[in-house]
């Protein structure tokens, strides 16, 4: 067997087993043949589809799984925590089981998303050694055949092979076992070779003499920015995303990526957004090559945005939004959505979506400010349809001089069932002084089924 999935684990099914034993042990067995060209196929296209949303730099990681070097760019992501979270979900909504870990270096990442039984871990800078030292050597990427001698020999553990002393060690099973470790802790650089598509527009600059101030880093990043948008122009592509890569001479690499609301082809743009993020590149010991990749290229035409007989003005936020973007922040715009309960009739979108073209029915007022998630308020009123003649929000009482209202909104029960018999009565009130609420009752106020009757506090107004 080369792979069982959670159902065959749980009842004893494991990897290697042959398939007689198997079928020995649950007779019903379902089988499939293993097809290694297609597994490697579809591994293929997943690194390149996380090379397009998550890192610069990925590679296929042995059969099963995918490496990428996330510096540079987790903040895209609200974080390394956020950043492997969503990308655990989001695999999962296609199907897929996974688990990610994000380490200080290839190796310890490798050994503890396929050894640790948590779905996603991140281990602290510098903390390598306090996470790997109890797991099997097997998680060292060595061959068989070395980790059965060392069994022989009563090591299980990489604390316990890196114990030993290295020149016996080397003596005995060669270079490989101290290579291995030395990966694994950082005392080596293990760079990833990134993945390439013939598709992906490329430039790069090698340099004789490393470099390493800003000046210069800055000037031949935009020599590079460029040489991509004329290929791009030669393409009749823009870029939506574009990754800079930089190979030290110590063997290590960085990377930025920037990227943008719209396919863009403007040099200096492009070269801004790059160049503002200068100082988070550490060139140690100097830089040996830059490579500047159009990760996503979409096709871009040049479209006519004023009329000669016109004075139009026509604002564009999207340089705008490309720099809030590229720091880091989450951008987002709310539009109308068709939905008689308030807190659904909202829906993030892109800051540079299309208009949906939906809109808000104007029959009743709706307030400025409509509260993430509606509060619980303690009320003086008459049942069944009487507005509050008092309340209590947020320990403070107030008095109504004011109230419009009911507005009563039922349940969605035609896609929420269990919403068949929700109502709630939504009054304005106004209290003594001036401030004007939007306060709401669970339920019709007569038959318990419609609703608590307890009170909420859903929306401020201007």
Not at 74 to 92: A, C, F, P
Not at 367 to 375: G, I, N, S, T, V
């Given at each position: 067997m080369s792979a069982a999935d959670l159902a065959a684990r749980k009842v004893g099914l494991r990897v290697g087993m042959s398939a007689s034993k198997a079928q020995a042990v649950i007779a019903d067995l379902a089988m499939i043949d293993a097809d290694p060209s297609a597994d490697a196929a579809a591994l293929e296209r997943l690194a390149l589809w996380a090379l397009r949303q998550y890192s610069p730099v990925v590679a296929v990681d042995g059969t099963d799984g995918i490496v990428m070097d996330t510096e540079?760019?987790?903040?895209?992501?609200?974080?390394?925590?956020?950043?492997?979270?969503?990308?655990?979900?989001?695999?999962?909504?296609?199907?897929?089981?996974?688990?990610?870990?994000?380490?200080?270096?290839?190796?310890?990442?490798?050994?503890?998303?396929?050894l640790t039984p948590a779905e996603t871990t991140v281990v602290p800078v510098g903390a390598v050694a306090k996470a790997v030292l109890g797991l099997p050597i097997h998680c060292l990427r060595l061959p068989p055949e070395t980790i059965q001698s060392l069994r022989v020999l009563g090591v299980e553990t990489v604390g316990e092979l890196s114990a030993m002393p290295r020149a016996p060690l080397t003596l005995r099973f060669g270079p490989e076992p101290g290579r291995r470790l030395d990966q694994l802790f950082g005392r080596v650089a293990e760079p990833i070779d990134p993945l390439r598509t013939p598709e992906l527009v490329e430039v790069s600059r090698n340099f004789q003499e490393p470099i390493g101030a800003a000046e210069t880093i800055e000037k031949y990043i935009r020599r590079l920015v460029g040489q991509l948008t004329a290929e791009l122009e030669k393409r009749g592509l823009g870029v939506r995303r574009s990754d800079l890569v930089i190979h030290r001479v110590d063997n290590t690499r960085q990377c930025l990526r920037a990227g943008l609301a719209k396919p863009v082809r403007d040099p200096s743009r492009l070269s801004k957004l790059l160049c503002d993020r200068i100082e988070k590149i550490d060139p140690g010991f100097g830089i040996e090559k830059l490579v500047l990749v159009a990760i996503m290229a979409e096709p871009l035409e040049e479209k006519q945005v004023a009329c000669s007989l016109i004075e139009e003005e026509v604002v564009d936020v999207t340089p705008l939004v490309d720099i809030?973007?590229?720091?880091?922040?989450?951008?987002?715009?709310?539009?109308?959505?068709?939905?008689?309960?308030?807190?659904?009739?909202?829906?993030?979108?892109?800051?540079?979506?299309?208009?949906?073209?939906?809109?808000?029915?104007?029959?009743?007022?709706?307030?400025?400010?409509?509260?993430?998630?509606?509060?619980?308020?303690?009320?003086?009123a008459l049942l069944p349809d009487q507005p509050p003649a008092m309340f209590t929000w947020r320990g403070k009482r107030r008095r109504v001089k004011r109230a419009d209202g009911p507005e009563r909104i039922f349940g969605e029960w035609w896609q929420r069932p269990r919403e068949k018999q929700a109502e709630r009565d939504y009054f304005v009130v106004e209290d003594d002084v001036g401030e004007r609420y939007w306060v709401y009752r669970a339920g019709d106020g007569v038959d318990g089924e419609t609703g608590s009757h307890q009170w909420f506090m859903h929306g401020v107004f201007a």
């Open positions: 540079g760019a987790d903040h895209l992501r609200g974080g390394e925590e956020l950043m492997i979270s969503g990308l655990v979900n989001m695999l999962r909504g296609r199907g897929l089981t996974a688990r990610a870990a994000v380490a200080d270096t290839w190796g310890a990442a490798h050994a503890i998303a396929r809030l973007g590229n720091r880091g922040q989450r951008l987002y715009r709310l539009t109308a959505v068709a939905s008689d309960v308030p807190e659904r009739s909202v829906a993030r979108i892109a800051p540079t979506a299309e208009e949906t073209g939906a809109d808000w029915a104007a029959k009743w007022q709706r307030p400025a400010r409509l509260l993430a998630h509606p509060e619980r308020i303690e009320v003086v």
